[in-house]
DNA sequence: CTGGGAATGTTATATTGTAACATCGAGATG
DNA sequence: CATCTCGATGTTACAATATAACATTCCCAG
């Protein structure tokens, strides 16, 4: 399956100290996998085909480690996660969502972190990090 | 109390034929009331001091509307709602939230409304709404 | 007044996420 | 190798957020 994705994700891991067991590159394969953003429940229907005695507890550890390593993104306004599109260095994620299909492309555009770091700035705010999700149509949707 | 807040969004609202009822109004009251967002089992106890028999449904239903109408906004990282600061047109929404003192502040900044709306051209996305919620430090606890 | 659609009451349940504590296991230490 | 230790996992129960479904009431147009 998806080698490139989990070798990667070990290196980043290894280079860290940071432990990327079976269970946790399982639930980041399911995510990674998946074309759409899966959420926590549906995670873990997965994850049983493999592990049966699996429980909310164990999706929810593994994907707060997977969050803190960058791994995968949370939408909030979908309950929802999403891999990394490049992960390295952690970051906050910007997203459009579809609502029509559903689906979601991650984004990196420096304008939108540069006006978001101004207006803070005005306000006397030190942003740690940031929601960006962006709802409408797809190109795709759109014809 | 807020006869102010109150006549205003009856104002608005008769405008659109829309009906802000007795207790679309105590909802709406009890959160531009609240010097933080407030969840909506929160807004439940609330409105259950002038409504003993108010459920889930009927928070629910107010907010529906509230948010509808533009007179609130939802958090979605803190599932919560607020009042908003400008009602008239309903708009999206862009907070900065204080991980320290749970103060939330509205801003509207055009700059960030202009980059999120090039970059959503860029990938030939029709935007239609955006969750921008910046977090970190306010002025005053940054102190 | 009266009919009809919107608003509300009411009950039950779905969905998402955590707490708490027992147990396991990989790697350090001697 | 033995054993110690701490992070990871197993397990059970529960908290917090949100919605479904259907009955009833209320407001207003006609
Ligand atoms: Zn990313
Ligand atoms: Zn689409
Ligand atoms: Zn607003
Ligand atoms: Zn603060």
């Given at each position: 399956m998806s080698t490139r994705l989990a070798r990667n994700?070990?290196?980043l891991c290894r280079a860290r100290g940071a432990r990327l067991t079976r269970q946790r590159?399982?639930?980041?394969?399911?995510?990674?996998?998946?074309?759409?953003?899966?959420?926590?429940?549906?995670?873990?229907?997965?994850?049983?085909?493999?592990?049966?005695?699996?429980?909310?507890?164990?999706?929810?550890?593994?994907?707060?480690?997977?969050?803190e390593q960058g791994l995968v993104h949370r939408l909030e306004s979908l309950h929802s996660y999403i891999r990394c599109v490049h992960p390295g260095e952690p970051h906050p994620g910007q997203f459009l969502i579809c609502r029509d299909c559903g689906l979601v492309e991650e984004i990196e555009d420096p304008a939108i972190q540069r006006s978001i770091g101004r207006a803070a700035e005005h306000s006397g705010f030190q942003a740690s990090d940031e929601v960006i999700e962006i709802r409408g149509r797809c190109r795709g949707c759109a014809r």
């Open positions: 994700a070990e290196r590159r399982s639930v980041l394969e399911i995510v990674a996998a998946s074309k759409r953003p899966l959420g926590a429940y549906e995670i873990l229907d997965a994850l049983r085909r493999e592990q049966p005695g699996a429980a909310p507890a164990t999706v929810y550890r593994a994907l707060d480690f997977l969050l």
